[in-house]
Structure formats: C-alpha cells, structure tokens
C-alpha cells in the first residue's frame, strides 16, 4: 500500500521554551481536502508553516510523496500558500501578478501569458488581465490570488484564512469556487481557518487543534455530532454540556445523574462504560424541542423532560436561538427553524420568563468518557488525552 501524500510523523514544533506543535501525526491523501480549525495560538498556522517550508520542525519528520522535505526550501516544494492578506504585488497588473510564478521558473514569455490568461478566464476575471491590483473588489483580488498560485499547476496548494478579509456574501461564493476548483483540479488543498461555517462547507476531513494538540481529525459531520472530546463539544457547534456520573445501564441505555437530574442516553458506542464511569453529556442545541406546560403528551414521550422558563431569544433570519433556564439554574440553548418554533408553541406566546418544557430523545445524547473529556492543562501535561492519528 502506497504511503499517504502527506505525512507528519512526531512532529514537534519549539520557539526557545515555548511548544507550539507538540507529537503531531497524521496523513494527508493526495486530492483530499482537509481543513485544520482551532482557536489562535493553537498551532495550525505554524502546522501550515512547516508543510510550506517557512518554518522547520524541531523533531519528527514531515513527508511529502515519500520524500522527507523537512530540509527543503520553500521554492523547491512546490506548494504555493495563499495568504490571509494575498501578499500581491502593487506594482503588477493581474495578468503580470499570475505570470510571477511561471517567470520564476523561467518559462518564455508566450507561453507563461497563455497559461496565466488561461487561469484568469478559468477564475473568471479575464476582463481584468491588465487592471492594477489596487483597482479589483476583494472577491476579485482573492481570484487573483488563486489563480497565481495554481498557474504552476502545483500537487498542493496551502490556504491561511484567505477568505477571513471578505464580505460575508462574498464568503460563500468563494466557498463555492475554492470547492469546485479543488475537485475539478484533484489537487490536495490543506486549508487554515478559524470559521467554522467554512471548514464544514468545504473539507473532506477537520483537525481540530488545542495547545499544539490534535484534539480530533473526522469528516464535518463526526467532528460535529460526535466529538471526541470535551474541548471539542466546546468549540463546534452550540453544544449543550453536561457532567454526571453513571447511575445504571439498563436495557442498553445509560442513567446519569448530572446538575438537572437524571438523564438517559443510548449505550450505543459505549460498551466499555460501566456503572459509576463520570461523563459528559453531549447534546446539540439543535436536538432540544420545547412545549409549552399545556401539551404534556409531546414532551413525556421524550426519553429526558425537564422544566425551565425562557431566558432570551434571538432572531436571526430563518434560525431562532433560545436560552432558557432549568429548575436548578442551569441554562440550555436551543436553535430552531422559525417554523417548526411555531409548530410546536402554537399555543403559547413566548416571553421572557415563560415556563416550558425541554426535552430531547436519549438517542440525541453523546457521551463523552471522562478519560477524553478533560481540558489540556499544557501541553506537555501527563494529564492530557493521546493525539489522533488518522495512519
């Protein structure tokens, strides 16, 4: 079996006593687009670095179809990166900024302008080949930006936050191009970014980091519904977390009692637990239903039902996000469809302060094992959980 495209094997990043990339390993493979998310100072853009050849590992090896490149100069991998602020030249116009790779490479003067052209009509700016820079949109200047560093017609390409200076509008239209780009061209795209809502449009496959750590690598839809650890379950999505401690299995569903009481889970997954395990309970904002006091039939069919009243809600085109607070002072967050809101409070005329009742069905519960769940402290802490490694 072929080795993976790309591969980091204990790679461990240092600047003087600081850690910033600490026993990373996992694989690339080649076509694949994978997105790497945390929150700053966690270490992506420094893992973006060593794979760019900006900065060199302090231990372990990076690989790059079979070849260690950990000596290797940036110039001489072939990976362009594309840069949050796009780094283009002012003093070329677009066709001449597209151009500047080929001419590094000393490719004849016809042929790098009918390559460069040939990408700028591909990116849809062709009408602009003789602009300057200054005098392009952002959306525009991103294109260009992109087609200067595929013109080369590189194995991968390195994207550091490049749509985090754009219009939201503009996002998702980028989102757009960079995706059908990447499947048209099969080329490998390894992408930074701290937008959520973009990795999950765009990836294959997320890293989520904390502290130079690998927290977790899944497709979006793992990362999301099914976090491997506290952290995790903190950073995606609005999740609702709670603690508690395994009362009783039975008939494959897990009794935990935590801060609202007893709420009941499916084992499914989880046949190692055993009564007396601490856990956290996971469960998306999007999985809670609400029913007004009046319609207890909805609610007791739910596996887990609690009383609460309506703290805020927030209206945000289609999505209604609503905080509400249990009996005991632990608050939850939903998010609903505007319409499936009105289905199901049909009767009811929401206010602050409105008694209700949350539920969710025990299948909509994740549990995370204490052994997984906790923070890192540092890390170089013997307390932390092991990295993933996707080899």
Known sequence: MSEPQIVFENVIKRFGDTVAVDKMNFSIEQGEFLTIMGSSGCGKTTT??????????????????GKRINEIKPSDRNTPLVWQSLALFPFLNVVENVEFGLKMRSIQSHDRKQRAMKWLERMEISEFANRPVAQLSGGQRQRVALARALVTEPPVLLLDEPLSALDANLVVRMQGVLSRLQKELGITFVYVTHSQSEAFAMADRVVIMSQGLIEQIGTPKQVFREPATRFVAEFVGSNNILTGIISKIENRKLHVDTEIGLVI????????????????????????????????DEADSSSNKYRCKLVSEEFIGAIVTLLVETENGTELKI??????????????????????????????????????????????????PPTFSTG
């Open 48 to 65: 973006l670095r060593m794979l760019a050849g900006l900065e060199t590992p302090s231990e372990g090896e990076i690989r790059l179809a």
């Open 265 to 296: 889970a499916d084992q499914s997954g989880h046949d190692d637990l055993a009564t007396g395990n601490p856990v956290d309970i996971v469960i998306s904002a999007d999985r809670l239903n609400l029913y007004s006091l009046d319609s207890p």
């Open 335 to 384: 998010q609903k469809q505007q319409k499936d809101l009105d289905k199901d409070l049909s009767n009811v005329n929401l206010e602050t302060g409105q008694q209700l009742w949350v539920s969710w069905p025990g299948e909509s519960v994740y549990i995370v094992p204490a052994k997984q769940s906790a923070k890192f402290v540092s890390p170089n802490s013997p307390t932390c």
